[in-house]
């Protein structure tokens, strides 16, 4: 099994801040990851997918890279919208989730 | 534009039979662009994947669940469906329903989910 594993697991941040996530796989996974958002009580959207491809409609605030075993979210100049959970997947081999950060305000 | 639905039951005692129905709108489940998964989260916990199903009925399942797991797709309805037996106070969570996109064939990532819905283990 691939696990994944994000760092940190709460981030307190600021209104205009630049905020980083980091999701590690447990073996390479190429670029077949994905970023999603969730808010309480809501499903999770997709925000990214191949590591760096922005879904469309998605604020170009967002960006995504990475590859083999190592990936980030960035989120330049955080709006009060984008305060969430954030999680990765990869779908290499089957379907793995982090367990999620969470953005919260500072 | 592309609407899931999860219904069944709110409650299930424990050691029964989970069983949940996304019905699929706004778009065919018979395309062979998607696959179509389950996905649920423990209350105040994480996302984890239970299993997928392309429209021809080829399924994936996770490795942990695969042993009381059963999906299955009925295209003439347009829905896809869970089963989950012997279920327990673990298996309490939202269950969502989701659309994978396929590429070359294979199913990657989820790009719109259900609402979900929540199903309790309790006696």
């Known amino acids: 099994d691939i696990q994944m594993t994000q760092s940190p697991s709460t981030l307190s941040a600021s209104v205009g801040d630049r905020v980083t996530i980091t999701c590690r796989a447990s073996q390479s996974i190429s670029t077949w990851l994905a970023w999603y958002q969730q808010k309480p009580g809501k499903a999770p959207k997709l925000l990214i997918y191949?590591?760096?491809s922005l879904k469309s409609g998605v604020p170009s605030r967002f960006s995504g890279s990475g590859s083999g075993t190592e990936f980030t979210l960035t989120i330049n100049s955080l709006q009060p919208d984008d305060f969430a959970t954030y999680y990765c997947?990869?779908?290499?081999?089957?379907?793995?989730f982090g367990q999620g950060t969470k953005v919260e305000i500072k | 534009q592309l609407q899931l639905q999860e219904s069944g039951p709110g409650l299930v005692k424990p050691s029964e039979t989970l069983s949940l129905t996304c019905t699929v709108s706004?778009?065919?489940?018979?395309?062979?662009?998607?696959?179509w998964g389950w996905i649920r989260q423990p209350p105040g916990k994480g996302l984890e994947w239970i299993g997928s199903i392309y429209y021809s009925g080829s399924t994936y399942y996770n490795p942990s669940l695969k042993s009381r797991v059963t999906i299955s797709v009925d295209t003439s309805k347009n829905q896809f469906s869970l089963k989950l037996s012997s279920v327990t106070a673990a298996d309490t969570a939202v269950y969502y329903c989701a659309r994978h996109l396929s590429v070359v064939g294979a199913p990657t990532h989820f790009d719109y989910w259900g609402q979900g819905t929540l199903v309790t283990v309790s006696s």
């Open positions: 997947q990869q779908y290499n081999t089957l379907w793995t």
């Open positions: 191949k590591a760096s």
């Open positions: 706004g778009g065919s489940m018979s395309s062979s662009s998607y696959y």
